[in-house]
């Protein structure tokens, strides 16, 4: 079946970069985009960008242009975020998903069990 | 940016009741590209419903989505106790894509 596992929590000052990592199973890895999202505590749902694991190609939201960065890595089957300059608004907690189907518009199907990053000085 | 506004925040409701909730885009979402995901405490979101109306694999019969345009309905026909969690509608047709709605609290009265 299909799992995404997430490395663990990670606890970061500001200023510093963070780099979370999410292990694909059950599924051929290239014929799947791979959708990144974070959640502020107590708050809603925020997409970052997705990365295409066949031609490497990306995309991001606005907001974290220039800030984010994703890879993979198809000899293990994952998938990386890394953020940078960080700030205490980046506490969430971030989740890697795929969607139910091959290509880029779709909802989000199946997701990592999420990984805490706080951000504190 | 289309700015998807969830009604109402909280739903107070008994278990058997029927739940309706409300999503409105502030611009047309393409070809009804809408989505619903429910939230459990501590749970990764799950995915109910895509493209407004069709319900993913393994979702109960209970939930159905409606609607088109700038106006969508999610409603769970009888509420089960482990339905009672927060809905989040997603839009993924217009650009820049995968926007959420802020969320409605579904819970026992």
């Known amino acids: 079946q299909v799992q995404l596992v997430q490395s663990g929590a990670e606890v970061k000052k500001p200023g510093a970069s963070v780099k979370v990592s999410c292990k694909a199973s059950g599924y051929t890895f290239s014929h799947y985009y791979i959708y990144w999202v974070r959640q502020a505590p107590g708050q809603g749902l925020e997409w970052l960008g997705w990365?295409?694991?066949?031609?490497?190609?990306?995309h991001f939201a606005p907001r974290f242009q220039g800030r984010v960065t994703l890879t993979t890595d198809a000899s293990i089957t994952t998938a990386y975020m890394d953020l940078r300059s960080l700030t205490s608004d980046d506490t969430a907690v971030y989740y890697c998903?795929?969607?139910?189907?091959?290509?880029?518009?779709?909802?989000?199907?199946?997701w990592g069990q999420g990984t805490l990053v706080s951000v504190s000085s | 940016e289309t700015v998807l506004t969830q009604s109402p925040g909280t739903l107070s409701l008994s278990p058997g009741a029927r739940a309706t909730l409300s999503c409105r885009a502030s611009e047309t979402i393409g070809s009804s590209y809408l989505a619903w995901y429910q939230q459990k405490p501590g749970q990764a979101p799950r995915l109910l419903i895509y493209?407004?109306?069709t319900r993913a694999t393994g979702i109960p019969d209970r939930f159905s989505g409606s609607g088109s345009g700038t106006d969508f309905t999610l409603t769970i026909s009888r509420l089960e106790p482990e339905d009672f969690a927060v809905y989040y509608c997603?839009?993924?047709?217009?650009?820049?894509?995968?926007?959420f709605g802020q969320g409605t609290k579904v819970e026992i009265k």
């Open positions: 997603q839009q993924y047709g217009n650009s820049p894509r995968w926007t």
């Open positions: 493209g407004a109306s």
């Open positions: 998903t795929r969607p139910p189907g091959r290509g880029l518009v779709q909802p989000f199907d199946y």
């Open positions: 990365i295409n694991p066949s031609s490497g190609g990306t």
